[in-house]
């Protein structure tokens, strides 16, 4: 049952309209979902609608929220979200870091007071989309557990790059965690168990069962140390240097009190490529270093090594001309959205 | 068999001496071998010595290189290494990155011409010795395969932070491969065996004998696709956007011709915190993160959760205190260039 990225679009959009937000800002935040949903990341698409539009309707998100820039330098800003949904505020933050770099070759903007953001990946594809370098963090309620605790302590805590090479964009978009909690609320809601190694029970031991998560399960660091580390990493700078709430600070935007505000932070950082060298150069020598990974020797039975980024591409461009397939879990929630809504889910 | 800081500095600067390097120049670069074995990252400290001694003598590093400045804007920095050691070059261009952080609120500095760093932890820890967040990265000669190749691909290419939290220093310095080559070198010269899931031979199956790497086996990716995704951005930070050699274009430093260059590159960048909040409140908030992290409840057995650098800096402080217990490959290959430079290895 495909669906065209067009229709997926207005659907998010009168949803968006519908809990209150202006057509610019209702935009916006349909723009970065539905990014998500055409690279076939829906674990952090419109998956979430229902989810966001509750904290809207409860007041936890604020409809009017506008973020602005409260401080800044020839290189930084700090923004406050003004407890809009973390699309608006990442999406306005990014822009002001590549402001900076526009203006200086590197930008960095710190996000307080912000909310769930979705794909960090779609934060630092504008970066991109500009012509620069751009990466994407955030912080998030705890999911997560480090090295010698038995509990949740730090959020998956994503982090995403993205690179212009050409006309190829490079995307890595991450969790900190094993995976991502979005992919055990998949497996959770398709009644799949899930590989030893992504939980932990309430005690540290290994779990494989998705629906124990998040309350009797905890996701484990990518690379033990090496995950925990870069975790947090990125609580310090989307956490604590932005003023936003602070790793059990941040409050869970889709089980915690929907009227209150979640407070996640993020951060942005855009690097212009062109004040440190010419497009075409880069563009020369991003292809030389693509072309030496595509031709490495395969192992038996691989006929490709895949770039980063590389099936997000041809994921989008396979949705810009058939529509996009969703999985049974994402079309589940669009349904309730649309009974809850009242505003008709368009099916080709 | 211990041995002070001091000696081990003292050591380090008369055999950099000797190979034709200014005073200023040996103390630069023995400052930051000593550093790591202060922290007991042996496998990048004053180990890898005669391994640079080599190249000095040979012509592939110049013993009067200097590092300078060759393009830069009001937050960035391009830097040629002019062939110096890797310690001195990624100094300096730490060091111009902390001058643009200054003046902007942060700053990029990315060195070309460069050669092997050793702990990228060394650049990290010059900004949070400025009261800045560091970040350094470097790339490196492949050893390190991705997932589908069966041979190596990109470097280790490790990264590093280190964050500034009252008295204490947050600091993480890992290779996005599973384990450093470093770590396996040093099992391999202690003549032991090594855990599944660091090296894959040349079919890309798990291996155990790391005395088959580098040429029979490689280094797998940390946390697969994610490590190898990180490692694709350090190879374009450090490689591609600095004009330094990249991924095969890098000369190993200790494997191939000593009289070629190796044309490392690598990339730091230097974030005030002081421009965003009050080092006063930083700190207090990163106080409140590290207590909300050490207090979290514990698996069976484990009495401290412990902080990134945490065991770096008490393993500094016994150091300063006692001197450093080398471990024994450490001091064969200390030995080895004593008795070739005629320099004595003062002992406790």
Chains 1, 2 share one sequence.
């Not at 960095?108 to 504008?126: K, V």
Request: aromatic share 6%; hydrophobic share 40%.
């Amino acid at each position: 049952m495909n669906i065209s990225l067009d229709q997926l679009s207005t659907f998010g959009r009168e949803v968006f309209r519908q809990a209150g937000l202006n057509q610019a800002n209702a935009t916006i935040a349909t723009d970065a979902l539905v990014a998500a949903d055409s690279w076939g990341i829906h674990t952090h698409g419109l998956k979430n609608l229902g989810g966001y539009v509750k904290r809207l309707n409860a007041g936890g998100i604020n409809p009017l929220g506008q973020p602005r820039v409260t401080a800044e330098g020839p290189a930084w800003a700090r923004v406050d979200g003004d407890a809009s949904l973390g699309m608006i505020g990442s999406t306005f933050a990014m822009q002001q870091a590549i402001r900076k770099a526009t203006a200086s070759g590197i930008g960095f903007a710190g996000l307080c007071n912000s909310c769930h953001f979705g794909a960090a990946g779609c934060y630092a594809s504008l970066a991109a989309d500009e012509g620069m370098i751009g990466i994407a963090m955030c912080n998030d309620t705890p999911t997560v557990t480090v090295p010698g605790a038995r509990g949740p302590v730090l959020g998956s805590n994503p982090i995403a790059y993205a690179v212009p090479a050409g006309e190829q964009l490079v995307l890595l978009d991450i969790a900190t965690s094993t995976v991502a909690g979005g992919k055990v609320f998949s497996a959770a809601a398709l009644g799949e168990s899930i590989p030893e190694g992504w939980i932990v029970d309430e005690q540290g031991r290994p779990a494989t069962d998705p629906s124990t998560f998040p309350g009797k399960s905890t996701l484990t660091p990518m690379a033990a140390h090496k995950g925990y580390g870069l975790a947090l990493l990125v609580e310090i700078l989307s956490g604590v240097l932005t003023g936003a709430a602070v790793a059990g600070g941040v409050l869970s935007y889709a089980y915690e009190d929907p009227s209150k505000p979640t407070n996640h932070g993020a951060s942005f950082v855009a690097i212009q490529i062109e004040a440190l060298m010419s497009r075409t150069e880069f563009d020369k020598r991003m292809q030389s270093l693509i072309n030496e990974i595509k031709n490495a020797p395969k192992v038996t039975g691989v006929q490709h090594i895949l770039i980063p980024g590389e099936r997000e591409q041809k994921c989008k461009s396979k949705a810009l001309e058939e529509g996009v397939n969703l999985p049974d879990d994402v079309w589940a929630k669009l349904i309730e959205v649309s009974e809850f809504s009242g505003i008709d889910l368009p099916v080709d």
